[in-house]
Nanobody, 120 residues
Framework: QVQVEDSGGGSVQPGGSLGLSCLAS????????MGWYRQAPGKQRELVST???????NYVDSVKGRFTISRDNAKNTVFLQMNSLKPEDTAVYYC??????????????WGQGTQVTVSS
């Protein structure tokens, strides 16, 4: 059974920091990419940041220089450190693991989402 558990959201004032964590568990043969997406009310889900198993990172322009993604391959975990948060960062953040189970094709697995609210 595959589980993707994301956590760490909360409420913070503008300029504050939060850290998100995600654990992907199950019979994964490999997880090529792990990352974070977010969805604000009335908007489509958008990519925030991804990291490959080799450590290559990618960020949406709006978070560059403020957010840092990291990953522990041995533990199938991914972290997102969010600094200098802005009200426009308010959204539900979803962890994604793109991987392959021991028998099957590569597929996307999602966490349940964690709320991040930035407000004064």
């Amino acid at each position: 059974q595959v589980q993707v558990e994301d956590s760490g959201g909360g409420s913070v004032q503008p300029g504050g920091s939060l850290g998100l964590s995600c654990l992907a568990s199950g019979n994964f043969l490999s997880i090529a990419v792990m990352g974070w997406y977010r969805q604000a009310p009335g908007k489509q889900r958008e990519l925030v940041s991804t990291i490959t198993s080799g450590g290559k990172t990618n960020y949406v322009d709006s978070v560059k220089g403020r957010f840092t993604i990291s990953r522990d391959n041995a533990k199938n975990t991914v972290f997102l450190q969010m600094n200098s948060l802005k009200p426009e960062d308010t959204a539900v953040y979803y962890c994604n693991a793109r991987g392959r189970l021991s028998l099957g094709p590569t597929a996307d697995y999602w966490g349940q989402g964690t709320q991040v609210t930035v407000s004064s």
